[in-house]
């Protein structure tokens, strides 16, 4: 009796076994059987714009000697408080007035090992937003032959907003291609992923090393009988921010 229970239970499971369904195909089309894939699509908005940089770094070098350490200290630390005393009565904030630790180096005379001076070294970094305090700087140094002008950078304030303002315009673009696609092919396109890239130009020369340029390109051309075509001038208070955003879409029947 059990033996006839087992062979009717073997032949419903083989009957069972051979009513399934049957896949056949390369493992590719089994994959996209089991696993379809989604259609999509990558639309991309590049933006680009345009500004202006609205502040200046002045590098200021004070340099004194003296045949005494302290005097010449003391003489370093007097220019330096009249350097900032004289940029803050003109409206320039405490906070963009920076001064670097010192450095002293004593000079030997030609005989003997005691030193016959001591120069000591310090460099102050301004922060100023206009001109007239660019003349100030100017005064100071042209009336102080302590005081020497080492460069000068600039930056620009606004560049978190710029910056967000492009990615903003980049993704509109990118948005607006979606909507002329799903007007015009009847389909909708659902978004599933985003990347951008938010870049800014080179950081631009400075003062000095644009003066240097210039110092050579006249000496190329005072020796030289023929010359190259000359490079389009640099400016230095032009920033430009770009954006690039990639928008992925699933695609959709409408």
Same mark, same amino acid.
């Given at each position: ?53 609205? $502040? ?59 030193? $016959? ?41 606004? $560049? ?12 509109? $673009? ?81």
């Amino acid at each position: 009796m059990k033996r006839v229970t087992l062979i009717i239970i073997y032949l419903a499971l083989s009957g069972v076994v051979c009513a399934e369904t049957e896949l056949k195909g390369s493992p590719e089309e089994l994959r996209q059987f089991l696993h379809p894939v989604e259609h999509t699509v990558t639309l991309t908005g590049m933006h680009e714009d345009t500004a202006y940089s609205d $502040k200046a770094i002045v590098s200021l070098v004070i340099t004194t000697e003296a045949d005494r350490l302290g005097d010449s200290m003391a003489a370093n630390t007097a220019l330096r408080t009249n350097i900032a005393q004289a940029m803050v009565d003109a409206g320039v904030s405490q906070e963009d007035i920076n001064t670097s630790k010192f450095s002293s180096s004593p000079q030997f005379g030609w005989f003997g090992s005691k030193p $016959k001076s001591f120069e000591v070294i310090n460099r102050m970094a301004v922060g100023i937003t206009d001109e007239a305090h660019l003349q100030l700087i100017a005064r100071l140094t042209d009336d102080n032959d302590e005081i020497v002008m080492a460069e000068m950078e600039f930056e620009h304030t606004s $560049k978190e907003a710029f910056q967000d303002s492009v990615r903003k315009a980049a993704l509109d $673009k990118a948005l607006a291609q979606r909507t002329a696609y799903e007007q015009q092919l009847g389909i909708k396109l659902t978004p599933i992923n985003v990347q951008e890239n938010v870049m800014m130009p080179a950081k631009p020369r400075t003062y000095l090393e644009e003066m240097n340029v210039s110092a050579v390109r006249q000496r190329s051309a005072a020796d030289s009988s023929t010359l190259a075509v000359a490079p389009p001038p640099q400016t230095f208070d032009e920033v430009v921010y770009q954006a690039t955003v990639y928008v992925t879409f699933k695609v959709e029947q409408q």
